[in-house]
């Protein structure tokens, strides 16, 4: 009963993120009769920054792996270092942070950041590197190392790991450059605060200054086709990763990772989160200013935090409902068009998302919910909740398929293997992807932007407006309760990673 329950739970919110908003939005295109003159005036601009946007994320694509190789070392070389939660909240801790947070530590240490490429590419190359160095590591005990060891065996060191290691690892480094590339060439917030005028910035000014879906559409394409191709890519290469696993014999990894790779990590560690957040704190930072800011935006802050984990629960039962599906049924293949249709929405800009919401949401009896807050998280699972989808679709394909072919021999149905097996068995999976989703719903500002309502301010708007307004101590404030948030998602994640560990 529980879980036909949750099966019902998931199709209603497949409906109302997915299915009814785009169906809501190809219609309100069909009767829109305005002219595109603006735009195919304005198309040299949008191309050139679309130039100058994958420059950018192609430069902090390859900054971002080469700061991960220490680290990715460290994990490969010792592995169970990641059953160690202090390290594991500090490696998540960089990444579920809001960038923006840092950019606003590095401009306090380093007034003349503004405008400055480097400084954007450095900033979010310091912000990804944890999560490349996991999925690196993670590639070279999979693949790497046996390869390397066995080369070893005929030639000099430099020489099979140049000539083996790596190569047996490029299904993984291109693995992720995409998903690194995806996320730069969208990410709005760092060139935001840098003062530079890149593709993200100039989407979300023209789909905010302009009436109507169809005006939204068009400058948007651009970004959808870039992203697509990576976003295709990416998972290309995860299904070549996934069907490689039977191939190759995956090696625990040395126990004593090197004292140089060790010592970079911390280094690493220390400059991407000690220095900026340090220099952030040093000057405004105290517990009067906290309780302040607690006082003046306290209803924000938890509404924020309440929207944030109401999208990282919606997207995990959606992500049980993409796991509980058959794989050669109807209903099989159409949720694998659902968990297509949520990655094309991920790819989307936020500033379309938006519109596509408004299409939906202020429209006849539905009108209602275009100035509550729900709008706001169906936004946010729009955005984010495919990353749940997909650890749904892995966990259900990729992980124990003989137990769950027996389960089904015994007479279990879908709904039954998918209440008493796969929540049961994979819940810190299910929690550490919730706490992914929710973590970074707290810092999205581009989708909400054209979903703001009058019940609330998210933290994001709240940061940036302070940033503008120059009001240092309650930027500041805001930063740490947002940093506060990140870091509680990221111990549950550390949690969740012990547990999984314990058990196998």
């Keep these: 009963m529980m879980g036909k329950a949750i099966i019902c739970l998931a199709w209603l919110a497949y409906i ?54 220490p680290a990715a070392v460290v994990l490969a070389r010792g592995y169970r270092t990641l059953d160690r939660p202090v390290f594991t909240t500090a490696l998540f801790s960089v990444v579920l942070a809001p960038p923006m947070v840092y950019v606003f530590g590095w401009q306090r240490l380093i007034p003349s950041l503004g405008g400055s490429s480097l400084a954007c590419v450095a900033i979010w190359s310091l912000w990804a590197w944890p999560m490349a160095a996991v999925l690196l590591g993670w590639g070279w005990t999979r693949v790497g190392s046996s390869a390397y060891e066995c080369a070893r065996l005929q030639t000099y060191r430099t020489q099979a790991f140049l000539r083996v290691g790596l190569p047996a690892m490029r299904h993984d480094i291109a693995m992720v450059a995409c998903f690194c590339f995806v996320f730069f060439f969208n990410e709005y917030s760092v060139p935001h605060a840098c003062n530079l005028i890149v593709y993200a910035t100039e989407l979300l000014g023209w789909a905010t200054s302009t009436l109507g879906a169809s005006a939204a559409v068009l400058p948007a394409i651009p970004s959808i086709c870039v992203t697509l191709l990576a976003v295709g890519a990416t998972l290309w290469l995860v299904i070549r990763l996934l069907g490689d696993q039977t191939d190759h014999h995956t090696t625990g990894g040395s126990a004593t990772p090197p004292t140089m790779a060790k010592g970079l990590t911390l280094i690493l560690l220390c400059v991407s989160i000690v220095i900026p957040v340090g220099a952030l704190c040093i000057k405004e930072l105290n517990s009067a200013a906290l309780i302040e800011a607690w006082q003046t935006y306290d209803y924000d802050l938890m509404m924020s935090l309440f929207v944030a984990i109401g999208a990282g629960a919606v997207s995990v039962i959606m992500g049980w409902g993409i796991a509980a599906a058959p794989r050669s049924t109807a209903i099989g293949f159409t949720l694998r068009l659902i968990l297509l249709l949520s990655m094309v929405f991920g790819a989307a800009p936020g500033a379309l998302i938006g519109e596509t919401f408004i299409a939906a949401y202020n429209f006849g009896f539905l009108s209602w919910m275009y ?51 796969v929540i049961v068995m ?46 240092d101590g309650m930027l500041v404030s805001l930063s740490v309760w947002l940093i506060l948030a990140s870091l509680c998602a990221s111990v549950v994640i550390a949690l969740a990673n012990a547990t999984i560990r314990r058990q196998t």
Excluded at 381 to 388: D, E, K, L, Q, V
Excluded at 436 to 465: C, Y
């Design 426 to 471: 994979y819940w810190p999976i299910w929690l550490a992807l919730g706490a992914v989703v929710a973590a970074l719903s707290m810092a999205e500002l581009p989708t909400s932007a054209l979903l703001r309502v009058p019940g609330f301010t998210p933290v994001a708007h709240l940061l940036v407006e302070k940033f503008h307004r120059f009001e």
């Design 16 to 69: 109302c993120v997915f299915l009814w908003p785009i169906v809501a939005f190809l219609t309100s295109i069909a009767l829109e009769a305005g002219s595109v003159d603006d735009v195919a005036g304005a198309l040299p601009r949008w191309l050139t920054l679309v130039g100058k946007s994958a420059w950018l994320a192609l430069a902090a694509t390859c900054a971002t792996l080469v700061l991960a190789t």
């Design 371 to 421: 100035d509550q807050w729900p709008i706001v998280m169906l936004g946010y699972i729009a955005r984010f909740g495919w990353i749940a989808m997909l650890g749904g679709y892995l966990l259900a394909h990729f992980t124990d398929s003989d137990l769950r072919a027996q389960a089904r021999t015994d007479g279990a149905d879908g709904a039954g293997i998918l209440a008493h097996l």
